[in-house]
């Protein structure tokens, strides 16, 4: 369920916008895709030129909810969801995003701008996965 008093459109689409700005930026100065699973598992196989820029973004992904944090204060988050229900989420995620050769941003952000027909069709799988997944948790095993 949407809760629409904590909607906050301006910030989604100013979060938005850097995304994209930072997506153009690193492929205009860098020739790279954004991808954030490409980035950070190029800092677990290091490549001699390739670090620092990764480390950069990856620092600046840590650094952002910090700055964040200290500008509006903390959000308020209501997870129902058990820890191990989680660790499973995040495990299944990790798989699919090898399966996938890449995560949301890299095939739905950098992907689908680029007009990349795989990327189209991972990003449809990740979307038509996500629709199935609420469905089932919601209505088939009643919300819990």
């Known amino acids: 369920m949407i809760d629409w008093v904590s909607f906050t459109p301006v910030s989604a689409l100013v979060g938005g916008v850097m995304i994209g700005l930072a997506a153009v930026l690193l492929m205009a100065m860098n020739g790279r895709i954004a991808g954030i699973s490409g980035i950070l598992g190029g800092l677990l196989q290091p490549r001699r030129g390739e670090v620092a820029w990764r480390a950069a973004f990856i620092a600046g992904l840590l650094a952002a909810p910090v700055l964040w944090l200290l ?36 095939h739905g952000v950098c992907g689908l701008s680029r007009l990349s027909p795989r990327s189209l069709a991972a990003t449809a799988v990740f979307m038509a996965t996500g629709f199935v997944t609420v469905f089932v948790v919601r209505h088939l095993l009643g919300d819990a």
């Not at 058990?82 to 890299?106: M, Y």
Request: charged share 5%; aromatic share 2%; hydrophobic share 45%.
């Open 71 to 106: 500008v509006a204060g903390p959000p308020h988050i209501l997870v129902e969801a058990s820890n191990a229900v989680l660790v499973l989420a995040g495990l299944l995620v990790g798989f699919g995003t090898r399966l996938g050769s890449g995560c949301t941003s890299g």
